[in-house]
């Protein structure tokens, strides 16, 4: 489930017809229940139409990454349009998810895993309770030979702060993570 579409801006408005609260509420709901994970959605608009006994639902959403998707279904009843128009929605979505997915890079090697170190401690090193640290839960975490800009979309499509990935063009482990304010910070070790 995407965790970005929570507070989803909707705007839903009407050509040549007054939507009523029913109908504004059953697009809203539509458009809400859309949790593909990528791309993130930004704000979306609806836009009712009807012209005679066609009945035209329309949306758009506005996405990260500048991608805009348009979707339009026409029926004899505002509720099915609508019905199909996120139909379309969700397989645009569906689409561009696969595309990007296909674009990227063959991968060098085969999947890493970072080993565990135990590092000792000096004879002489006195212990107190409170300094040392309290760890909870130990993970392993798969590392795979990535580009940045795949780590940057995996980052997208998943609720982590971070991605382990090894740099394809450098060879080394780095870690992307996500920063308090917009955007990504990508951490590259430098070994003297």
């Known amino acids: 489930m995407q965790v970005a579409n929570v507070?989803?801006?909707?705007k839903v408005t009407g050509r040549h017809v007054n939507v009523t609260e029913a109908m504004k509420d059953y697009a809203i709901k539509k458009v809400e229940?859309?949790?593909l994970d990528y791309p993130r959605i930004i704000d979306a608009q609806v836009i009712l139409d009807v012209q005679?006994?066609?009945?035209?639902a329309e949306v758009i959403l506005h996405c990260a990454n500048h991608i805009t998707i348009e979707a339009t279904s026409e029926s004899t009843d505002m509720y099915a349009s609508v019905d199909q128009v996120m139909d379309k929605i969700a397989q645009q979505m569906r689409k561009y998810?696969?595309?990007i997915m296909?674009?990227?890079r063959p991968r060098r090697g085969e999947v890493q895993h970072i080993e565990e170190q135990v590092l000792s401690i000096d004879e002489n090193f006195e212990s107190h309770a409170e300094s040392e640290p309290n760890i909870m839960q130990t993970e392993r975490y798969p590392v795979k030979p990535m580009f940045v800009d795949e780590a940057v979309l995996q980052l997208e499509m998943s609720a982590r702060q971070?991605?382990?990935?090894q740099n394809a063009k450098t060879d080394k482990i780095n870690v992307l993570y996500r920063r308090k304010e917009s955007g990504f910070g990508?951490?590259?070790?430098?070994?003297p």
């Open 7 to 10: 507070n989803l801006p909707i």
């Open 33 to 35: 229940g859309l949790h």
């Open 52 to 56: 005679k006994i066609r009945h035209i």
């Open 97 to 99: 998810k696969t595309k």
């Open 102 to 104: 296909r674009q990227h």
């Open 162 to 165: 971070f991605v382990v990935f």
């Open 186 to 191: 990508l951490i590259e070790p430098v070994f």
